[in-house]
Structure formats: C-alpha cells, structure tokens
C-alpha cells in the first residue's frame, strides 16, 4: 500500500538505528526524509525519533543539531510524532540513567528495570503486549502482539496522567511499552524489528496519518 502524500521525517541525530526503520516504512509505501537541522522539517508531515544507547549521549547530540526547541513546537502544534525506543525515554521530564533533562513532551521520568534473578537486564528478546488503552498502533481485544525489546530502563509516566497505552510483563510487575497522548506516541520496543506485528503497527500509524492529514485538508478547503 503506498502513501505517496505523506512523508516521515526520520530524525538522524547519531544514535538510532535508521536503517531498520527506514526500510520498514518505505516497505509500508512510506516517502522517509531524513531531519538533521530545522531546515529539514519543513516538508515532513510526521516525525519518528529513533534510538539506541545511553540518555545523556543522546540528549547531548540531539541538543547539537538545533531541533529540540523545534521538536517541542512541534508537538505543541499537534504534528504527529513517534519514538522508538531510546526515542521513547527521550520525550520524558527525565532518566535515572543520566543527569540531563528530556524534552518532557511527556509527564514522568524514566527508571531503571527493577533487579531480579528470574531476569535478564538489559531486557533482550520477545515479550507480549498488554493494552491499557487504545491508541493508533494497537486497541484493546487485538489478538496478543509479541514484540521485540532491547532496554535496561523503562519510563515511569506520571501516575495523574493518561498516557500509558501498553505494558509488557517484566519479573513480577509490568512495564512501560508503549505511550500516547494526542499525537505524541511511543514504543519501547522495535516495532520494525517485530516481524508482522511490529509491521502491522507501523501501517497503522501511516494510516492514521493518512487519516488525520484528510480531516486537516478537508478543514483547509472548508
């Protein structure tokens, strides 16, 4: 299926594993562009923040190309954005992995997984998801999706905030896997390392962009 009107900004920003991701869209009909300065987002009309690595490092380098007051404006504005990831803890007020702050697009921090014998950390291998509430990359009463996770920390979200959208099981209590508040979405897992369900999420969220781009050029032309 092709989505030729929509183009995804893939954030480079030298740490996220771009390749992967990029081919996963382009396989869905996604046009990808790569954002390295704010020059580049003037043509996206959503933006994927990838990443791999530690909290600080990638604060850091997200700070040197310019875009974190852009990548803030533009989830006021209600653009579309999705984290994958490291990409995910990055859109929180903080990390017990670093000193730096996040963007805090969402409220909450992010903690270590909690230590136990029965696991492994960091986390690596396949796990199931547990909707807590419906957003545009999965609903509850979906058949169970296993998806792929590769993460030491997990994100805390405020507990007055409505934002967790998915967990999955880790030692005797569940984790974040995946958040969402208007347009603003994550997952701590690799959706485009996910085999078919990870790929059926990613085709969802291009035809949700797909959809909500319509509502907005109908609203224009209105």
Request: glycine content about 8%; hydrophobic content about 40%.
């Amino acid at each position: 299926m092709s989505h030729p009107a929509l183009r995804i900004g893939l954030i480079d920003y030298g740490m996220g594993n771009l390749h992967s991701v990029r081919r996963s869209l382009e396989r869905l009909g996604g046009d990808v562009l790569d954002v390295r300065s704010e020059a580049d987002l003037a043509s996206p009309n959503a933006l994927i923040l990838p990443g791999v690595g530690a909290f600080d490092p990638a604060m850091e380098n997200l700070e040197s190309t310019g875009l974190i007051p852009h990548l803030k404006s533009w989830a006021l504005d209600r653009r579309p954005l999705l984290g994958i990831c490291l990409g995910l803890q990055l859109l929180f007020e903080s990390s017990e992995e670093g000193s730096r702050q996040g963007l805090a697009l969402l409220p909450g921090r992010v903690e270590r997984l909690p230590d136990d014998p029965r696991e492994r950390i960091p986390h690596m291998g396949w796990a199931p998801l547990n909707p807590v509430m419906d957003c545009p990359l999965l609903r509850q009463g979906d058949p169970t999706a296993w998806v792929y996770f590769v993460h030491s920390y997990a994100a805390v979200p405020s507990s007055n905030e409505n934002v967790l959208a998915a967990t999955a099981p880790f030692a005797d209590s569940p984790v974040t896997a995946m958040v969402w508040r208007d347009r603003v979405g994550a997952c701590q897992f690799h959706p485009e390392k996910s085999a078919d369900c990870g790929s059926l999420m990613l085709k969802r969220w291009l035809s949700w962009l797909e959809s909500i781009q319509s509502v907005g050029n109908t609203q224009e032309q209105g």
